[in-house]
């Protein structure tokens, strides 16, 4: 059988900018894959460190990688629509390049796609690291009907771990849309869910994400205002969706409540749970209800301000049964 179809090509797509303290190390995880039958597609945005200099050195070393270098710094979005219209392989994957691959992560994510022909985008399981904080191992969901459940209140694919179809670039329905910046992954999986396109995570940790104190998403965590506007934005498409309806005030409100950092403690806590109670009871999906029973009960762990007449409200909602059921049914899986 021809070798194609045994090993297809797959196009590795990791975008650069001034990260010369990692990048070699991200970029070597990706040639000491398992799985060799790759196109490295290396991205070096302008940066204006030794960034450009270490990428060189390394495409000398391996010609699969392919170096590619701006005109100009035009910033991440971009340079990820630009690399996924050069891609060759029957299948893409993300990579970041202060990030570390697990050496059979391109071997395992395209036997699960070759084995399951429906499923469209991949993604995994991480463990993350970095400065000042305790190494831990990140999941999401393995199987489809939860992940587009989980999109009520959160990414549910890990970014840098994804490997998707090039069908989907083919088709024009993959590209990210810079009016989300920093949130561009999540605003696309909602707008793919629409599209009838299927997702899955595998339970393996096929990735080592490292935590940045100045990587986009900490810069983007830094500027609660235009991420809260962004959540909002990608929180009123998924409500909208799946015909939902709340006013711009309340879906304001309901953003709030999935960070502790952008919690407001001056608002009334009887508006939150109508407001959840106003989703759950628009909504006949039994995932998206746990979902949203989960989240509130994290809600209320991160708030302080409680009535007395508040608390004898939560104790005797149906939502905080559904959720404190949900969580203690997750934690003896």
Known sequence: MNNYLLNPLVSIIIPCFNAEDFVELAIRSIMEQSYSNMEIIV???????????????????????????????????????????????????????????????????????????DIAILGSAMQIFGEGIKEKELLNPTKHERIIAKMFVASPLFHPTIMIRKELVDNGIFKYDKNFFRVEDYHLWVKLSTEKVKFANLPDVLLDYRFLTNSETRLGEKNLAERIESHSKIYEIILHNNNISLNKDEIYLYTKTMSKNWIDETISLNCILNIYNKIINQSENKLIKEYLAKRWIYFLFRTKNFSIIEIKKIITSFITYIGIYSIIKDKFK
């Open 43 to 117: 991205l070096n945005d302008q940066s204006t460190d030794n960034t450009g200099k270490i990428l060189k050195k390394l495409a000398s070393e391996d010609s699969r990688i392919i170096y590619i270098e701006n005109e100009k710094n035009i910033k991440l979005v971009d340079t990820l629509n630009k690399g996924l219209l050069l891609c060759n392989g029957k299948y893409i994957a993300r990579m970041d390049a202060d990030d570390v691959s697990r050496i059979d992560r391109i071997q395992k994510q395209v036997e699960f796609l070759e084995k399951n022909p």
